[in-house]
């Protein structure tokens, strides 16, 4: 099995290294594609030293059988004609395909068999917010059809990548030595604040990653759910957590959804809130799973349950999921 990483040196590309590296695929050949600036990086994978190639518009993916792609959205429609016209199955991780028709958008957790389905040989990696919380609602909706979600997500740094990673670093570092922080990447400074803005507000007044979770989270789940969402960045290195309030057709008791939960792919349990434990992006950055706590009644809607979820945003919120999508496919 032949596979290539685009977008090897970022965030993303570089947590593609590590998953691939620790589990048991049977790679037989890793090739890695970038940019002019990464062009010529050396990387080791299970022992042998790879050089990073330039991105080219030319026959360099003959043989791949899966590309794993995260290089933005632009390049990704620049390149799918490329990386797919000699047989490779693109999962892309971008904003570009997601909801595209022809094009399924894919948690193994909740919906493996549209990865099946690609007759553009793309399968979309959905946004970092809604694979966490829709692997959560699966476990939900397995006991009773969801009709609403609210979610307030508290998002890392490490959403926007690794120049924002080190930016949050600087910030606290430049703050601590009584200088002006450097503001990049962020619309304000991210230490010691939140901010309710990610991605471009929309003519809704709701941003573009608000109004993903909404129609990723119909589209993934194949459902009428209707999700309302207020997304903040807070100063976090990794890992997202969410406060989620689901409204079922029948009412569910905590001692249901928990049940469902501890039994749930991909979730694991955290919820002793008198003997405080609950997820915290602290413990849970460099894991897996999507850990979901505080899981109660809503006191303001008879068929309504609450609960925290958190989930390290690179791992299952980016990288992981497309590795896994890979191998749902072999």
Known sequence: MKIAIVGASGAVGQEFLRILEERPL????????????????????????????????NDDFRGIDFALVSAGASTSREFADTITKHGAVMIDNSSAFRMDADVPLVVPEVNPGDARQAPRRIIAN??????????????IERLSHIRRVHVSTYQ???GAGAAAMAELEAQHAELGAGQAPTVEKFAFQLAYNVIPHIDVFTD?????????????????????????????????????SESVWVETERPLSPEEARAAFAAAPG?????EPADKVYPMPLFVAGQDPVYVGRIRKDLACDNGLAFWCVSDQIRKGAALNAVQILETLL
């Open 26 to 57: 049977p790679v037989d050949e890793l090739v890695l594609f970038g940019s002019e600036r990464s062009a010529g990086r050396k990387y080791m994978f299970r022992g042998k030293e790879l050089t990073v190639k330039l991105l080219q518009h």
């Open 267 to 271: 979730v694991v349990l955290m919820d």
């Open 126 to 139: 959905p946004n970092c917010t809604t694979i966490q919380m829709v692997v959560a609602l699966q476990a």
């Open 204 to 240: 809704n007044d709701y941003t573009k990653e608000e109004m993903k979770m909404f129609h990723e989270t119909r589209k993934i789940m194949h459902s009428d759910i209707r999700v309302s969402a207020t997304c903040v960045r807070v100063p976090v290195m990794r890992a997202h």
């Open 156 to 158: 890392s740094a490490s």
